[in-house]
């Protein structure tokens, strides 16, 4: 697998998210949306664009700049956490019988997609110093884009007989099969794909059966209290 090309995959995934949010934000920007979603649209696009700028810096064999820029993540990281959180509680609407069913698991979709984010961002600091795992982790904080990505894209297709995230899902957990695949020969970093299926798989599983939960319920209820939004 030559990662040296990764900047090209993320210009498409960046492609991707833009058609994605193309109806329901890029095409309204200026139509009224709350500040919490511009505010996490800008620093998801600050994400993607350092992603795609720190893979052509090694790709260049710029390690100065790229070790000077990756510095930067330090602070964006907990701005881009800061901006899901609220824009996730700005979401929630308390009715006269609790919260609906779709704001339960879409919280959930939510806090585990960046749970997941920030597991393979630390694991990509913890590794800083080798390259082989650095940059996989670094690749698959950009996966949890995919789902709310592809989950906006209008395709006019007939109702599915079942959930949306069974298909979102299934397109991670394929593109991480393929790299696994890919990295069967290679001697450093390709435990990293392996692990990170685990981690959506467990995180998939538990949104496809926890969200009705008592517990969840309970968190979700709250989360929703609090005055933070």
């Known amino acids: 697998m030559e990662l040296n090309k990764s900047a090209f995959y993320f210009i498409v995934l960046l492609l991707l998210a833009i058609v994605g949010f193309w109806d329901t934000y890029f095409s309204q920007?200026?139509?009224?949306?709350?500040?919490?979603?511009?505010?996490?649209?800008?620093?998801?696009?600050?994400?993607?664009?350092?992603?795609?700028?720190?893979?052509?810096?090694?790709?260049?064999?710029?390690?100065?700049?790229?070790?000077?820029?990756?510095?930067?993540?330090?602070?964006l990281v907990p701005i881009l956490t800061t901006s899901l959180?609220?824009?996730?509680?700005?979401?929630?609407?308390?009715?006269?019988?609790?919260?609906s069913h779709r704001r339960l698991y879409l919280l959930f979709l939510q806090l585990s997609l960046l749970v997941i984010f920030l597991f393979a961002y630390m694991m990509a600091i913890l590794y800083r110093h080798s390259a082989a795992y650095h940059a996989r982790y670094m690749i698959c904080t950009s996966l949890t884009l995919i789902d709310p990505a592809i989950a906006r894209i209008p395709?006019?297709?007939?109702?599915?007989?079942?959930?949306?995230q069974f298909v979102t899902f299934a397109i991670v957990d394929l593109?991480?099969?393929?790299?696994?695949?890919?990295?069967?020969?290679?001697?450093?970093?390709?435990?990293?794909?392996?692990?990170?299926?685990?981690?959506?798989?467990?995180?998939?599983?538990?949104?496809?059966?926890?969200?009705?939960?008592?517990?969840?319920?309970?968190?979700?209820?709250?989360?929703?209290?609090?005055?933070?939004?």
Request: glycine share 4%; hydrophobic share 50%.
């Open 29 to 75: 920007i200026f139509n009224g949306h709350s500040r919490y979603i511009h505010f996490h649209a800008v620093t998801m696009l600050l994400w993607m664009l350092m992603l795609i700028s720190q893979a052509f810096l090694i790709r260049y064999k710029k390690n100065s700049l790229h070790r000077l820029f990756g510095k930067l993540s330090y602070f």
């Open 85 to 99: 959180i609220l824009l996730a509680h700005s979401q929630i609407t308390i009715y006269d019988y609790g919260l």
């Open 155 to 164: 395709l006019d297709i007939p109702t599915l007989p079942f959930r949306y």
């Open 175 to 229: 593109i991480l099969v393929c790299f696994i695949f890919l990295e069967r020969k290679q001697k450093q970093g390709r435990s990293v794909f392996s692990a990170m299926l685990g981690v959506f798989l467990l995180f998939q599983l538990l949104n496809l059966s926890w969200t009705d939960s008592q517990a969840w319920n309970s968190f979700t209820l709250w989360f929703a209290k609090l005055e933070i939004t």
